[in-house]
């Protein structure tokens, strides 16, 4: 079983909204920073969002994008509204222990990734 694994890719039209939902198997999933990554063809994987001790988003998503967890489900969410066709691309979920952190390099827990396409 994977440490993280996530859901809720899709196919949508600009201006759309998706969810996106990350499973953990991780121990003490509360002590740990959750984030929410993505990689579009061609590019190199990008930060989007983490959640720990306070919250961070990518400037190309705030506003936009709304990172959340539930500890006591080790559930964490990305709630996507107004699409672009920009963000297309495999969208991970990552954890690690501590602080949160826009690295990927960082982070310890990976899941498989999940493709949003986001067509204008």
């Known amino acids: 079983q994977a440490d993280l694994e996530e859901s809720g890719g899709a196919s949508v039209q600009a201006g759309g909204t998706l969810r996106l939902s990350c499973a953990a198997s991780?121990?003490?999933?509360?002590?740990?920073?959750v984030a929410w990554f993505r990689r579009a063809p061609g590019k190199e994987k990008e930060f989007v969002a983490f959640?720990?001790?306070?919250?961070e988003y990518a400037d190309s998503v705030k506003g936009r994008f709304t990172i959340s967890r539930a500890n006591a489900k080790n559930e964490l969410a990305l709630q996507m509204n107004s699409l672009k066709p920009e963000d297309t691309a495999v969208y991970y979920c990552?954890?690690?222990?501590?602080?949160?952190?826009?690295?990927?390099?960082?982070?310890?827990?990976w899941g498989q990734g999940t493709q949003v396409t986001v067509s204008s």
């Open positions: 991780i121990q003490h999933f509360s002590s740990h920073a």
């Open positions: 959640s720990s001790f306070s919250v």
């Open positions: 990552a954890a690690k222990v501590g602080f949160g952190s826009r690295s990927p390099f960082e982070y310890k827990y």
